[in-house]
């Protein structure tokens, strides 16, 4: 239902928020931000996914010596984050630039993110992933 309201709003993703009022995921991708160097996920038990493409980033951070925790995040951290992305099995590794009308930092996909699609697809393409 909730990508419908998407759709409808002529978006292409929205936040999922938990019971509590903070950050799960996205509708249908696991949603990354980056505070001073830091790649932050919501934990699972705020409700993200588990998921594969999750996994591979968790890993690529740790080879390419870049901070990933876990935690909770709210809206507010979304929206002063210095970079934000996503994840998922059909959209592998896509930047957000703005969200709710706001430009996240300077609405441009950032380094660590670039980063770290360089390093999905180098890792894609050693496995025989197609991309």
Do not use: H, W
């Amino acid at each position: 239902m909730a990508k419908v309201e998407c759709i409808k709003a002529g978006v292409m993703e929205g936040l999922m928020l938990n019971d509590e009022g903070t950050v799960a995921e996205c509708t249908g991708d696991t949603v990354f931000i980056v505070k001073n160097g830091v790649v932050i996920t919501p934990k699972i038990s705020d409700g993200a996914l588990d998921g594969i493409t999750r996994a591979v980033i968790f890993d690529l951070c740790e080879r390419m010596n870049i901070d990933i925790i876990e935690d909770t995040i709210t809206r507010y951290d979304v929206y002063t984050a210095d970079e934000v992305f996503l994840t998922g099995t059909a959209a592998e590794v896509i930047p957000v630039v703005n969200i709710d009308d706001r430009e996240i930092a300077d609405a441009v996909p950032g380094p660590v993110y670039k980063q770290l699609l360089e390093g999905f697809r180098e890792e894609a393409q050693n496995t025989g992933i197609a991309i």
